[in-house]
């Protein structure tokens, strides 16, 4: 039970911190960040076979779209902190948290990104390079903050 209470806590700081980050990103800075009700409409197309849009803006629009991808962001924000603490074999530690944060960013460049009519590595996005510094950013600071969600759970345990 305390994996579960553990992997809760640290993903839900650290896709919480991710959000704020975004924000700042956005309103700060004015750079693109995810639009999860488009994350939302391509996970509600998964079970019509539809993996690839082109682009996801074009494909037909599903009720509560933006509510799917929120919850589905922090599920699998939970998710990988399950996975983080599963293949750890040790306490988490901040370089091996970062490390984590910034492997996952594989997952968008080889499947969300394709899905979402973006290419690999975003090659189609109107600005790929600044979309996958931004990625990294993201990625990096999830898996720092993966390590603020155990700091947090140990001071409660």
């Not at 991808?69 to 970062?98: E, K, M, N, T």
Request: hydrophobic share 60%; glycine share 8%.
């Amino acid at each position: 039970m305390d994996i579960v209470f553990a992997a809760l806590t640290m993903g839900f700081v650290a896709t919480l911190t991710i959000d704020v980050w975004a924000e700042i990103l956005s309103k700060g800075f004015k750079l693109p960040t995810t639009n999860w009700a488009m994350v939302g409409r391509w996970f509600a197309h998964l079970p019509k076979g539809q993996v690839i849009h082109k682009p996801i803006a074009a494909s037909d629009k599903v009720k509560f779209e933006a509510a799917i991808g929120w919850v589905l962001h922090y599920v699998i924000g939970i998710v990988y902190a399950f996975i983080y603490l599963a293949l750890l074999h040790a306490q988490p530690d901040l370089l091996s948290a970062i490390i984590f944060g910034l492997a996952t960013v594989l997952v968008p460049w080889f499947v969300l990104q394709p899905g979402l009519g973006m290419g690999i590595f975003a090659r189609f996005a109107p600005k790929p390079t600044m979309t996958r510094i931004i990625n990294l950013s993201m990625h990096s600071i999830f898996g720092a903050a993966l390590y603020l969600g155990w700091l947090m759970y140990a001071s409660i345990i």
